[in-house]
């Protein structure tokens, strides 16, 4: 099992990211100096210390690796890559940077990976000479004024060596190496890999291998043929997608205007929907409820949003979309209201969300946790606050373009259905759980097994799983597939309620 890390050793997702902060940046003198990241590599080993000699080559036969079926794909930054027998694997964020990670069930291995972006001059040797001068940093010897006198880290071998050409992965050009670090806790030593591949000018992957001495050779056998067996897609076809699905997006708004969108919510005033797990036997009754909501549309004002209304005048007419919504998550129940504003010009939003969170038969208050929202023009702003919980405060950058209002994502399926064009969609969304303006894609078909259905595939953001949706020919919603396997499905209160109750749920 892998220690737990501390401080003093950096994260791989904060290594990409100091990388990025210094992009374009003259770095201050340091001791020792860090190397720039817009000037010539130089190897960063401490002069008392030459590198060991290089591990021994892995075996040839890729196939030491055994790999699953099912990938790991970040459609974001076009990778795929195969997943080792007996791993897990994640897809992260932080800001602008995407990531993701690998990792054996028992922790013995992690492979993080990001994808750092920097000026297109940049080299892979440049960002693996700062992420190693950093890394060795935080292992430094200092006397008592603070003076860097070496480090407790140490150079394994590095690939390619310091003036020769970059090593190809996938046929990129590539730079990778490898640390031994002392222990934590008394444990046993640490070992670091680190790859960089440079996936367009200006445009990087990087992948760090985690793990311990015992476990170095077979980690880096896993690490190495892991990564030798990526795809990575080229970053102009992945531009010149988002482009066209962006393109189609613009034309359905073109197309339907503030009728065709007064048509729907006055078509679809209110409608219930459960969540379940659903049962061998079919039976409703033997289904796992997971969650209900409450979803009202209507032509109102601001005044909807109650205290929590952002700027611009109460009385100001437009769009709301009010839900209200329950979720069992073990012995807690999450309550939530959701309430969007938007104008009838689309120029100007406004949003509240709520969540309160109980224990079932708590007689204690429950904590409360809330984001108000508001955007005028391509001015936005989102804060965040909650019981016990500092408040704060971001203003996501909102596109010129393909920008999707609060209030249009929830009845987005039904403009789509509306359009009646069969096509892949793209718009830039704010994200809740990520707090910020994402890409979004959806695309709208007919189901081979029924073409007389609509079904619209969506992906809140273009690393999310995909969402399925069905509709009937006059666009009622049939059903929605989840991808846990979890299903949302039509209801009425009536039956909710009896359903709730038989099975002896809350509905207070």
């Not at 897990?88 to 932080?94: G, K, M, T």
């Not at 031994?180 to 640490?190: A, I, S, T, V, W």
């Not at 309430?339 to 007689?363: C, H, I, K, P, Q």
């Not at 950058?397 to 987005?412: A, C, F, K």
């Given at each position: ?20 902060m ?15 990241l ?8 401490p ?5 060991t000699p ?10 030491a690796v ?17 997943l ?31 994808s ?45 060596p ?27 030593d ?24 015992p ?7 896993i ?5 030798a ?18 393109t ?7 197309n339907?205007?503030t ?14 929907e ?44 437009g769009f ?6 329950r ?43 809330r ?31 393909g ?26 969304a ?24 609509w ?52 509905m207070?």
């Amino acid at each position: 099992m892998l220690p737990r890390h501390t401080h003093r050793l950096l994260s791989f997702m904060s290594v990409c990211m100091l990388t990025c902060m210094a992009l374009g940046q003259t770095a201050k003198p340091r001791k020792p100096t860090a190397p720039s990241l817009n000037q010539p590599s130089k190897q960063t080993v401490p002069k008392d210390q030459a590198p060991t000699p290089p591990p021994p080559p892995l075996p040839s036969n890729p196939g030491a690796v055994e790999f699953g079926d099912e990938p790991l794909r970040i459609e974001s930054i076009g990778l795929t890559m195969p997943l080792p027998v007996g791993s897990v694997s994640q897809i992260d964020s932080a800001g602008n940077i995407v990531g993701g990670k690998i990792a054996a069930k028992d922790q013995r291995w992690i492979i993080r990976i990001a994808s750092p972006k920097g000026t297109e001059s940049m080299t892979t040797a440049q960002i693996g000479d700062s992420a190693l001068e950093l890394l060795l940093e935080s292992y430094g010897i200092t006397d008592k004024d603070a003076n860097v006198l070496g480090t407790r880290g140490r150079l394994i071998s590095r690939e390619p060596p310091e003036g020769s050409p970059p090593i190809l992965i996938s046929g990129k050009p590539a730079d990778r190496w490898y640390v031994k670090l002392p222990p934590l806790e008394g444990r046993n030593d640490l070992m670091r890999g680190f790859t960089v591949i440079q996936a367009a000018p200006g445009q990087f992957l990087t992948f760090e291998l985690l793990t311990t001495e015992p476990e170095f050779e077979r980690s880096r056998g896993i690490y190495q043929t892991t990564i030798a067996a990526a795809t990575i897609a080229d970053p102009r076809v992945l531009a010149e997608s988002r482009v066209g699905a962006i393109t189609a997006g613009l034309r359905l708004f073109e197309n339907l205007g503030t009728d065709a969108v007064k048509e729907i919510v006055a078509a679809n005033p209110e409608r219930w929907e459960r969540l379940y797990r659903p049962s061998p036997t079919g039976s409703a009754q033997d289904e796992v409820e997971v969650a209900y909501r409450r979803t009202r549309l209507s032509i109102g004002n601001r005044t909807a949003l109650g205290s929590g209304g952002t700027s611009g005048s109460d009385r100001q007419e437009g769009f709301v979309v009010e839900i209200d919504a329950r979720l069992l998550d073990g012995s807690n129940i999450i309550d939530s209201r959701s309430v969007y504003f938007m104008s009838f010009d689309r120029e100007e939003e406004a949003w509240v969300l709520t969540n309160a969170l109980r224990t079932a038969g708590s007689a204690s208050k429950p904590p409360v946790f809330r984001e108000t929202g508001g955007r005028i023009g391509k001015s936005m702003t989102v804060r965040v606050d909650g019981t016990g919980t500092p408040a704060t405060t971001t203003k996501p950058s909102v596109r010129d373009e393909g920008y999707l209002n609060q209030v249009e994502t929830v009845i987005l399926p039904r403009l789509l259905i509306r359009h009646g064009v069969t096509a892949e969609f793209g718009f830039y969304a704010y994200q809740s759980s990520a707090n910020t303006i994402r890409l979004r894609r959806d695309t709208l078909d007919h189901p081979p097994e029924r073409p007389e259905q609509w079904r619209v595939t969506s992906r809140p953001t273009e690393d999310s799983r995909p969402i399925l949706s069905f509709f009937d020919s006059a666009g009622r919603h049939l059903r929605t597939e989840m991808p846990d396997g979890s299903f949302w499905e039509p209801t009425d209160l009536k039956e909710l309620a009896r359903l709730w109750k038989s099975k002896g749920l809350p509905m207070d």
